[in-house]
């Protein structure tokens, strides 16, 4: 008897992730962006699913993107301990990057929103030089109120990705507002520009297969502790869902 297939996606308190390989998702991503498909990704963390649940306009927002996946190793706990195991973590970062070497051999085109303006501009030099045949559509730094200046560049450049790189729920909110002006990959990756530019250090891949990347954050910038506090809840609202009668 044939193995039933295993779902597309695993509801994780009430968020859809891609239940696939890093591999089988690139790839995915790739035929979209050769085809000009407006596309939509959510990477998202145990922080992200906290806040969604506290937050109806922002967890009906990441509801509308075409796929969620799972930039966290709590996201992937949390899918055991609900006995939906997800195939494999999906990191923004991972992705961010492999996504850059492929633009630079097919000669695709990007742009870039996040960060501080030394880090933007930081980071146009380091893709230069790491990926040649990748063109720089345009870039922004972060901190902007009205982005309808930015909004009319990405539609005049029509870039094949859009990486905006400010943090949730700014980032996604801005994505799903604008993914019209460009028919290609839109994607919120969090701090991604300052680890590429070498402004903060990824974990050591040591600490990064033992699923510690989280704890040398911690180690490294101690004012992120404070945001370790949604992790006892996030387990305990995985285990409450786990156990309850419904």
């Not at 973590?89 to 030394?118: C, M, N, P």
């Not at 954050?217 to 156990?243: G, H, M």
């Amino acid at each position: 008897m044939d193995k039933p297939s295993p779902a597309k996606t695993v509801s994780i308190l009430g968020i859809p992730f891609e239940n696939t390989s890093r591999d089988a998702f690139e790839s995915l991503l790739k035929n979209r962006i050769e085809h000009h498909e407006n596309t939509f990704v959510v990477t998202a963390n145990p922080e992200i699913v906290m806040y969604a649940r506290q937050n109806r306009p922002y967890m009906k927002l990441i509801k509308q993107a075409d796929f969620i996946v799972a930039d966290g190793i709590g996201i992937i706990m949390g899918a055991k301990l609900l006995k939906r195991p997800l195939q494999e973590r999906i990191t923004g970062y991972d992705l961010f990057v492999s996504l850059l070497e492929w633009g630079s051999q097919t000669h695709k085109s990007a742009y870039f929103v996040g960060a501080k303006t030394e880090v933007i501009n930081q980071l146009k030099t380091v893709v230069a030089q790491k990926y040649p045949g990748l063109k720089i559509a345009g870039t922004h730094n972060g901190y902007f109120g009205d982005d309808r200046n930015i909004v009319h560049d990405i539609a005049r450049t029509h870039p094949d990705m859009v990486f905006v790189a400010t943090g949730y729920p700014k980032q996604e909110t801005f994505i799903d507002k604008n993914r019209q002006a460009t028919n290609g990959l839109w994607m919120g990756i969090g701090g991604s520009f300052d680890v590429l530019t070498g402004n903060v250090k990824r974990a050591p891949e040591s600490w990064q297969n033992k699923h510690l990347e989280w704890l040398y954050r911690v180690i490294k910038e101690p004012s992120r502790l404070s945001r370790l506090s949604v992790l006892p809840k996030y387990l305990l609202a995985i285990l409450k869902d786990r156990f309850s009668t419904h």
